[in-house]
């Protein structure tokens, strides 16, 4: 047993100081960035905030109003490879994009686990549609199959930008990417309906965990992409300020007319809904639906709250990328790409208010 004495951080640990600046509007930050991934040597351009692969919020309605914003979403995989090929051959926009080798603002991560069942759809719909984003996700990145896992998919989609995870320490992050990964995915037990750290007593501060394994993949010329704990607009400039390149959200997303949530209404008739359901992917309620229950070797590791409901995503969005540029205007960031180089943290003992769900 060792003890790790180093001070580890979450969001809520730490405020953005803010600095001298020449910016004289937020109109005049620039949010999309650029990159060009380290194995599939695709180029993504794009404003790089992604839905998280939530069977309630990942949806292909949310992909669609995200692209229009120039964001992405990681698909659940729980997608029949009916409903991926009606919709990618049906949209003329995404089957282009899904060429590996197109630069494109529509990024649509086809979303799958590790097991045989996994891997045989990914072949089947790879020999209809070379999928150019993987999002390759289990609960634990640490054991050894998963590494194997992500160079067997590297075997068969070598011109496929993957992210996998998810991890939170530098070593793991580095094994990833040597393994095939162009994304590392970092985070374990931030979210709000993930329960992993009550449940296990896993974790690690979401705020360090994204400085470490940021700073170990780009040592190797990858990328990171920080998933879960953010509540706030704040939150996701933290997220980016620590290092991020993508940030996933799935509490943020949840709620909206494109997650496809089951509404939830008051005793009052004929009025609005006044919130939607939102469960982890590892609650007993998503293994419900598509494993037939919790096996009796393992917990449930995720609840089911209500969060409120928030009409069309877009609004959430203006929301999130407002807030993105004000964080830029105070430290004199003109690009987010330059948020981290500009960014002093200030460790505060108090915690702030939240009015998101994730």
């Not at 040597?41 to 692209?67: C, F, K, S, W």
């Not at 959200?249 to 939102?278: C, Q, R, W």
């Not at 590791?301 to 877009?314: A, L, M, N, S």
Request: glycine share 10%.
């Amino acid at each position: 047993m060792l003890i790790d004495n180093d001070p580890k951080l979450d969001f809520d640990d730490v405020l953005i100081r803010p600095k001298r600046s020449e910016l004289g509007s937020r109109k005049e930050v620039e949010l999309a960035r650029s990159y060009q991934f380290l194995h599939s040597r695709q180029h993504y351009t794009g404003i790089p905030i992604l839905a998280a692969n939530m069977d309630n919020v990942g949806t292909l309605e949310m992909a669609e109003a995200l692209h229009k914003q120039m964001l992405g979403t990681a698909l659940h995989k729980h997608l029949t490879m009916r409903e991926l090929l009606d919709y990618f051959e049906g949209n003329a926009t995404v089957r282009v994009v899904l060429k590996p080798v197109v630069t494109g603002t529509h990024t649509v991560f086809f979303s799958m686990g590790i097991l045989p069942d996994d891997i045989d759809k990914l072949k089947n719909f790879s020999a209809v549609n070379d999928p150019a984003y993987i999002c390759i996700d289990v609960a634990n990145g640490y054991s050894e199959r998963f590494a194997k896992t992500v160079a067997e998919i590297r075997e068969i989609c070598p011109k496929s930008t993957i992210m996998a995870g998810n991890v939170v320490t530098a070593e793991m992050t580095e094994q990833l990417i040597l393994s095939g990964a162009d994304i590392v995915k970092v985070g374990i037990g931030p979210g709000s309906v993930c329960t992993t750290r009550k449940m296990t007593g896993v974790g690690y501060p979401q705020l360090s965990a994204i400085i470490e394994c940021a700073d170990a993949a780009h040592g190797l010329g990858g990328l990171v992409c920080a998933d879960g704990g953010c509540k706030v607009p704040g939150d996701v400039a933290k997220a980016f300020a620590a290092g991020a390149d993508f940030v996933m959200l799935g509490g943020m997303f949840a709620g909206h007319d494109e997650s496809n949530g089951e509404l939830v209404y008051d005793d009052i008739p004929n009025t609005p809904a006044i919130g939607m359901k939102y469960y982890g992917m590892s609650s007993s309620t998503a293994m419900e639906k598509h494993s037939g229950g919790v096996a009796d070797y393992r917990a449930s590791e995720g609840k089911e709250v209500i969060v409120p409901y928030r009409g069309k995503v877009e609004n959430t969005v203006k929301e999130i990328l407002g807030g993105l540029r004000s964080a830029c205007t105070y430290t004199g960031a003109r690009r987010l790409k330059d948020l981290s180089k500009c960014t002093t943290f200030v460790k505060v003992n108090r915690q702030l208010n939240t009015v998101y769900g994730d």
